[in-house]
């Protein structure tokens, strides 16, 4: 059974906060495309998203809702997604690390990519692909740079772009390093994610990388989002922070995966 499959007969709290988490992730969505996803009428999500506006968290409008913090956010280029931001400084810093100058990297989106592509502004020569406009406007300053930024649907939370017109962009492409966000990560589900849009440009990047490296805080090990990428064996390296148990630990590195704690 797949993590989407899942979604269909969960608890009505627990429903409304797996919507939130998509919500928070894509910005808005419509009744129809979470009805469908979470197999249950669209008369149950309007019922949801009525309560998660009364909590304060969306705006309803016809058809959907929206999150309610999208337009200030977007109009100040904030993330939405700033908790643990110490431990996502320190492996950003070290994965950063890894990068040597001159190299064709690619730079997932989110908060803790966004960390590493903040460390790589004293690189010199680097060719940088990127669904994230943050990204984007962070390192296109640099005159020895080379950035690409795909195009695609705007995702005003994560400030970057998804689809299948974003994964397009990857086609033919390589890379030597791909830094690579998730929702959650464990040994026996995977790369799980919020909602399902950026799934064809995640995959797109894997395939254009010869080298993946997973960027994520321990707080999302061990946990299970909405939608399945795939198995932990798409991943090289693992940097994440010392919250990482001694166990989990191990079960990555028999998997043939590098841990790297800081």
């Known amino acids: 059974m797949n993590v989407k499959d899942q979604q269909h007969g969960l608890s009505g709290e627990m429903r409304r906060m797996k919507m939130l988490e998509w919500l928070q992730e894509e910005g808005s969505a419509r009744v129809r495309t979470l009805s469908d996803a979470f197999g249950v009428s669209e008369v149950t999500v309007r019922q949801d998203l009525e309560k998660l506006e009364q909590e304060g968290h969306v705006v309803r409008e016809h058809g959907g809702a929206f999150l309610k913090s999208v337009s200030q956010q977007v109009a100040a280029l904030a993330l939405h997604h700033l908790v643990n931001m110490d431990a996502k400084r320190r492996i950003g810093a070290a994965a950063a690390a890894l990068v040597p100058d001159g190299e064709t990297i690619i730079l997932d989106s989110g908060s803790t990519v966004t960390e590493v592509a903040k460390n790589l502004e004293h690189r010199e020569g680097l060719t940088v692909i990127t669904n994230a406009i943050n990204i ?16 695609g ?21 390589f890379a030597q390093k791909l830094f690579l966000a998730t ?19 995640k995959r797109a990047m894997i395939e254009s990388a010869k080298e993946v490296i997973l960027v994520a ?15 932990i064996d798409l991943i090289n390296i693992f940097v994440t922070d010392s919250g990482i148990n001694d166990e989990d630990r191990k079960g990555f590195e028999a ?5 790297m704690v800081v």
Request: aromatic share 6%; proline share 7%; hydrophobic share 40%.
């Open 136 to 151: 984007a406007l962070m390192l296109g300053g640099k005159p020895s740079f080379e950035i690409h930024l795909s195009g």
């Open 153 to 173: 649907l705007f995702k005003p939370p994560t400030l970057s772009v998804s689809g299948e017109s974003a994964a397009q962009h990857f086609a033919g492409l």
């Open 183 to 201: 929702g959650a990560v464990s040994i026996e589900a995977g790369l799980t994610f919020p909602s399902l849009s950026d799934m064809p440009v």
């Open 217 to 231: 805080d321990s707080s999302k090990i061990g946990r299970r989002s909405f939608s399945s990428l795939g198995g």
């Open 255 to 259: 998997a043939g995966i590098e841990v």
